[in-house]
């Protein structure tokens, strides 16, 4: 804790037969954050050329056909981390294997889509003829005139005047069968010449064209009844291919899942090949392993090139261009279990440099700390907890949000034991601290002093990475460090003697010039780091160079700027205290609305509706926001005084 994991650089030289086996390895292992080699040494090649972005075109092709795949037979995929794969030798035959499947899955799955096609057609046609039939519609004239240009459909009844309006310039004859619904059912004649002006007409009236059965032959009835079996006829040849297709799918899962696996290392494998430089006979690989694991690192890839691989390790400091800031160390953190989540706060606000100190455990007690506080209550908290284990247990790429919703409900159950508070109601059981609501003063000089310890903490990091960078001159003269942070607690300290005893103990002169030494040193702090703090030639520079009077103007500013940040980033703090009280007093009023609706009749029930659903709105709502504030207090009143970016998270190659 505290501080990430020491990283050391390793130079891995294997041969062109043994890459694809050694990247497989990386991979599994998890613990090479890959470098791309052309940033040590410009004099090899880089691994490439038309060969290879061939290749990896068409391991991209087959990954995405068997994600689409995957979709249509609607199955998961297994990650698989046994198995081997070299790209080049391989790629044919994964080829024909993933077109062979498709094949065999392909064709009764059209079959299937053309007979529920051709069962929904004459399904419908058999609903229009039972419609006709139970209006004893008659259809003598559908079979007659077959010489004519003729349709049949539908047409909503009140545009029928419009249609025949629009057909005025031909002769037609217009048969309306029977009426359904809106809808009329007619039948449209014309001479084969006018056909063209007739469909125009049909179109802009929306009318939709049936296709019915041939009813030349036989009654209707016995027409209606050959369609009937027709349609359980499709239905049973459907239902026979498709246990064909299911028989078929469940042959061919176990290879999809090997196959999706093979494409997906292969992938891995090419993209990683792209930071390898190539040389005749070889591959070097460069990149960041935690020093801790570089023994098992070494043992892993002298074991699957059965010693053909040359190792070198290096340690940052002697590496040329880490020195001169052109590669960068990657950040790994070591925490435990329960603190590792917060990580993702951190790194969401950025990536501090290799040297700084790790903010997590601070992060992680402070956040838990704001967070119960203004969520205080044992129900509430108790509700969280199951809602963050529900989402641990469901979603594997959300765990970390489920650990700390289950750490924050822990908390909030721990503050609403101290408020004495469950589901809002504040007498159950006794306040092991106090009621906030009873005691608004003294919740809010808690609220400062964390505020406080917070922003000294963020001071004290400041410092400490500021040495550890070797910027002395922000050491000491920054506004978070030595000389801020002794005007800071000179302050603080005035403030707190003044509210125990209620005087200051010093005099109006003593205490300005008390005050005056820091304010004294940050206003000629651009001199003084001039004076003392030289430039790497050792050439001092000049103590005002934009000027005296610009000087004067820009130190008074800067002055200004110090006491009110550390005066506002302070009162800031003031609102763990303000929304623990919104939070009770949301309550109040869900209980006041409780009471009104109990006046009412059947006011039972709408009361215990009111309280339930009234706590799941507070629940919902105040989680929210109180999430919010935390990350807020966190990111501009405690990050702001330490943070400086400037480092890259460690991100190693790695099966998914």
């Not at 559908?142 to 025949?164: A, H, M, N, Q």
């Not at 992680?364 to 209550?377: N, T, V």
């Not at 400490?464 to 801020?484: C, M, P, T, W």
């Not at 001039?530 to 005296?548: K, M």
């Amino acid at each position: 804790m505290f501080k990430p994991l020491e990283m050391v650089n390793v130079t891995l030289q294997v041969l062109h037969s043994d890459v694809a086996k050694v990247t497989h390895v990386i991979a599994r292992q998890g613990l090479l954050h890959l470098l791309d080699s052309q940033q040590f040494s410009k004099h090899v090649s880089k691994a490439g050329g038309e060969t290879f972005q061939n290749l990896m075109a068409r391991y991209t092709a087959l990954e995405q056909q068997l994600k689409d795949l995957f979709t249509n037979l609607g199955i998961g995929r297994t990650l698989r981390k046994d198995l081997e794969v070299e790209p080049e030798k391989e790629i044919a035959a994964i080829e024909d294997a993933v077109n062979r499947i498709q094949r065999d899955l392909s064709a009764p799955a059209e079959r299937i889509t053309r007979l529920e096609k051709q069962r929904q057609e004459k399904a419908h046609q058999l609903d229009v003829l039972r419609s006709i039939a139970s209006a004893s519609a008659d259809l003598e004239i559908v079979r007659k005139f077959s010489y004519f240009y003729r349709v049949v459909g539908l047409i909503v009844t009140k545009d029928i005047p419009r249609l025949e309006a629009s057909l005025a310039s031909i002769h037609y004859i217009l048969v309306p069968l029977t009426t359904l619904e809106r809808r009329s059912l007619v039948v449209l004649l014309c001479s084969q010449k006018d056909k063209d002006v007739l469909n125009r007409a049909l179109k802009s009236a929306y009318f939709e064209r049936i296709d019915l059965p041939d009813l030349s032959q036989g009654s209707i009835q016995n027409v209606m009844t050959q369609l009937d079996g027709e349609v359980a006829q499709l239905v049973q040849e459907k239902a026979q291919v498709s246990q064909e297709l299911r028989e078929t799918q469940k042959h061919v899962i176990e290879e999809l899942q090997i196959l999706r696996e093979k494409v997906s290392l292969a992938v891995l494998i090419l993209k990683a090949q792209l930071y390898y430089a190539k040389e005749r006979r070889s591959y070097i690989i460069l990149g960041w392993v935690p020093k801790t694991h570089i023994d098992d690192f070494q043992d892993e890839i002298m074991r699957a090139t059965e010693g053909r691989a040359r190792i070198e390790i290096s340690e940052p400091e002697v590496i040329e261009e880490v020195r001169q800031g052109k590669i960068k160390i990657p950040i790994l953190f070591n925490n435990p279990f329960l603190i590792r989540p917060f990580e993702s706060i951190i790194f969401n606000y950025g990536t501090q440099e290799y040297t700084a100190v790790d903010p997590t455990p601070i992060v992680a007690i402070s956040f838990l700390l704001m967070f119960g506080m203004m969520f205080g209550d044992i129900g509430h908290g108790a509700v969280l907890f199951l809602l963050g284990y529900w989402v641990f247990k469901k979603f594997y790429q959300y765990l970390d949000y489920g650990i700390i919703a289950m750490e924050c409900g822990v908390s909030s159950m721990v503050f609403g034991l101290l408020f004495g508070s469950i589901f809002g109601v504040e007498h159950w059981i006794p306040a092991l601290w106090f009621h906030p609501a009873e005691h608004i003063e003294f919740f809010m000089k808690v609220a400062v002093g964390l505020g406080v310890v917070m922003i000294s903490l963020g001071v004290i990091l400041n410092i400490i990475n500021a040495f550890q960078r070797k910027d002395y001159e922000s050491v000491v003269l920054g506004h978070y460090g030595i000389v801020g942070g002794l005007f800071y607690w000179i302050t603080v300290g005035l403030g707190l003697k003044y509210a125990v005893s209620g005087d200051l103990g010093m005099s109006t002169r003593a205490l300005i010039v008390l005050l005056a030494i820091p304010l004294g040193i940050l206003f000629f702090r651009e001199p003084l780091g001039h004076l003392f703090f030289q430039n790497h030639a050792g050439a001092r520079r000049s103590l005002f160079p934009s000027g005296i009077g610009m000087f004067l103007m820009e130190s008074v500013i800067d002055v200004l700027d110090v006491v009110v940040r550390y005066l506002a980033g302070t009162v800031s703090f003031v609102r763990t205290a303000a929304f623990a009280l919104a939070h009770g007093g949301l309550l109040v009023a869900v209980f006041s609305l409780a009471d009104i609706l109990h006046g009412l009749q059947g006011g039972g029930l709408w009361y215990w509706l009111a309280i339930i659903l009234g706590n799941a709105l507070v629940i919902l709502l105040e989680g929210l926001v109180v999430s919010i504030q935390t990350i807020r207090l966190e990111y501009y009143e405690f990050f702001s005084k330490f943070f400086r970016e400037g480092g890259e998270r460690f991100q190693p190659l790695h099966l998914e």
